[in-house]
């Protein structure tokens, strides 16, 4: 590879980075919907011409704006579960809970992009797949794990899916192998138990109703745990 066309990679892979940083900033202020590439031209003193050369259309920046924030997610995620110890299961998921609500916590905007209201006529592409289940697969491999060493113990009283749900487990369940389908059921019902508190803190569902979030969100987080199997003792409830 010749030296300047190393250089002029360099060149497009900085102006890229600034480019989507500005839209990051430009969630913020505007929402996706008034995500500009003209407007970012002109903040970075580029003709809009040029700028398409970069990113073809808002959705081509829009696509790459949501990657890199399920990757940011995901990464906060894998790095929280590698810190804990593979056998401490119930330790495993809260804190991959926990790195969820904290990168939530930090980057709003964006978490609003991933899991708020979808962009009008905005259809998201094959290249986001792989990164929006990162986090997902990790939380199924902490399952997959207790259930394979015998940890999970769901409590009773809980109604059983109905039989229909069987195709859907069966491809839940390639994420989690080996959990029978009650178990995928609950499992889905635990991680989306999780998003929903997180939207609610994040959206502002809890002003004036919830002021100790934290509290509630590590009582969540252990009744949902629970909810799947994961083993959870008296103390660990009533001492976060």
């Known amino acids: 590879m010749s030296a300047s066309r190393t250089a ?3 060149a497009r892979a900085e102006l890229t980075r600034e480019i989507t940083e500005i839209g990051r900033r430009q969630l913020a202020s505007e929402g996706a919907t008034g995500l500009s590439l003209r407007a970012i031209a002109r903040e970075m003193g580029m003709v ?17 704006l949501i990657i890199d924030a399920y990757n940011a997610i995901g990464e906060a995620v894998e790095q929280a579960d590698a810190r804990c110890a593979e056998d401490d299961y119930p330790g495993r998921w809260r804190a991959v809970c926990r790195a969820a609500r904290g990168w939530a916590l930090a980057h709003p905007h964006e978490y609003a992009l991933l899991y708020g209201s979808p962009v009008p ?3 998201a592409p094959q290249d986001t797949v792989e990164p929006a289940i990162r986090d997902t697969v990790v939380y199924g491999r902490i399952l997959a ?5 015998g940890a ?12 229909s749900f ?4 069966e491809a839940v369940r390639s994420l989690m192998p080996g959990l ?9 019902a635990s991680w989306t138990g999780l998003f929903g508190i997180l939207s609610f803190e994040i959206f502002g569902q809890f002003n ?22 994961l083993p959870v003792s008296d103390h660990d409830l009533t001492s976060t």
Do not use: K
Request: hydrophobic letters at 35%.
């Open 8 to 10: 002029r990679e360099r």
């Open 152 to 163: 999970l113990s769901p409590p009773d009283g809980f109604p059983a899916p109905p039989p």
């Open 208 to 229: 004036n109703v919830v002021d100790d979030r934290t509290t509630l969100f590590e009582h969540t987080i252990d009744t949902l745990g629970r909810l799947v199997g």
């Open 48 to 64: 809009s011409s040029a700028i398409y050369r970069y990113f073809p259309s808002r959705d081509d920046l829009l696509t790459a």
């Open 145 to 149: 794990d207790a259930y394979a060493g």
């Open 166 to 169: 069987s195709h859907d487990a």
């Open 180 to 188: 029978p389908d009650d178990l995928v059921a609950r499992a889905v």
């Open 121 to 123: 006529g905005y259809q």
